[in-house]
């Protein structure tokens, strides 16, 4: 899936917004994050569910339980979650907690409000939101990550992700994590492209883990 914006113009249009954020930029080179497939938005948001809270080892393992439990190509269906008993996805290694969930979704999915993947393209970022946070299981973070990397939206700034605000303490010299508040005001210099800065604060994090390492290297 391609992007709907060029990360060219996005980027110098950055630099020019923010100079601290813009060396950043320089340093971490072009941006480049695309858009990863994705069959259905419930396909998608039961893997987000099915790997919360796990390793990524542990929750590939479960996912594939899952996947063995529901055969064929449109075995894990909606439809199928929904009639399965408890026990059967328990026995996948999924929590309670998990498997009232994953219900959830399957129900709010056959009912229509988590739309198809046509209609999720054409909505705007706040509409699916409102949509999505309705499923148990699902808050602001998960959604906001399927925004970025699933459907490749450009101005997204996930204010309480913990690398974001890192990024933003480590770029911005502060003493310690920004609150979300904080975060989203100093965000507005940013838009129409807060996903690549959220990306570049990403990048800071790296950076610095970076120069760590090297500065432990030359000592």
Same mark, same amino acid.
């Given at each position: 899936?391609?992007?709907?914006?060029?990360?060219?113009?996005? #980027?110098? &249009?950055?630099?020019? !917004?923010?100079?601290? *954020? @813009?060396?950043?930029?320089?340093?971490?080179?072009?941006? +480049? /994050?695309?858009?990863?497939?994705?069959?259905?938005?419930?396909?998608?948001?039961?893997?987000?569910?099915?790997?919360?809270?796990?390793?990524?080892?542990?929750?590939?393992?479960?996912?594939?339980?899952?996947?063995?439990?529901?055969?064929?190509?449109?075995?894990?269906?909606?439809?199928?979650?929904?009639?399965?008993?408890?026990?059967?996805?328990?026995?996948?290694?999924? #929590?309670? &907690?998990?498997?009232? !969930?994953?219900?959830? *979704? @399957?129900?709010?999915?056959?009912?229509?409000?988590?739309? +198809? /993947?046509?209609?999720?393209?054409?909505?705007?970022?706040?509409?699916?939101?409102?949509?999505?946070?309705?499923?148990?299981?699902?808050?602001?973070?998960?959604?906001?990550?399927?925004?970025?990397?699933?459907?490749?939206?450009?101005?997204?700034?996930?204010?309480?992700?913990?690398?974001?605000?890192?990024?933003?303490?480590?770029?911005?010299?502060?003493?310690?994590?920004?609150?979300?508040?904080?975060?989203?005001?100093?965000?507005?210099?940013?838009?129409?492209?807060?996903?690549?800065?959220?990306?570049? /604060?990403?990048?800071?994090?790296?950076?610095?883990?970076?120069?760590?390492?090297?500065?432990?290297?030359?000592?």
């Amino acid at each position: 899936m391609e992007l709907s914006f060029d990360p060219a113009v996005a #980027s110098a &249009a950055l630099c020019r !917004a923010d100079r601290r *954020l @813009a060396r950043v930029i320089e340093r971490a080179g072009p941006f +480049t /994050l695309r858009p990863e497939t994705m069959q259905s938005p419930f396909q998608a948001l039961l893997r987000a569910i099915v790997h919360q809270q796990l390793s990524g080892k542990a929750a590939a393992t479960i996912f594939s339980r899952v996947q063995t439990a529901f055969p064929g190509r449109y075995g894990l269906s909606p439809r199928a979650i929904a009639a399965a008993p408890d026990d059967l996805l328990r026995g996948a290694g999924m #929590s309670r &907690a998990k498997v009232a !969930a994953v219900k959830d *979704l @399957a129900a709010k999915t056959l009912d229509g409000t988590v739309p +198809t /993947l046509s209609r999720l393209r054409r909505m705007d970022d706040e509409e699916i939101l409102a949509r999505l946070v309705s499923v148990r299981g699902i808050g602001r973070w998960t959604v906001e990550m399927l925004l970025m990397f699933r459907l490749g939206r450009p101005d997204v700034l996930p204010t309480g992700d913990l690398g974001v605000r890192r990024g933003f303490m480590l770029t911005y010299r502060r003493p310690e994590l920004p609150p979300p508040g904080e975060l989203a005001r100093h965000g507005q210099r940013w838009r129409p492209y807060r996903s690549v800065a959220s990306w570049y /604060l990403w990048r800071a994090v790296d950076l610095h883990r970076r120069d760590e390492q090297a500065s432990a290297d030359d000592s």
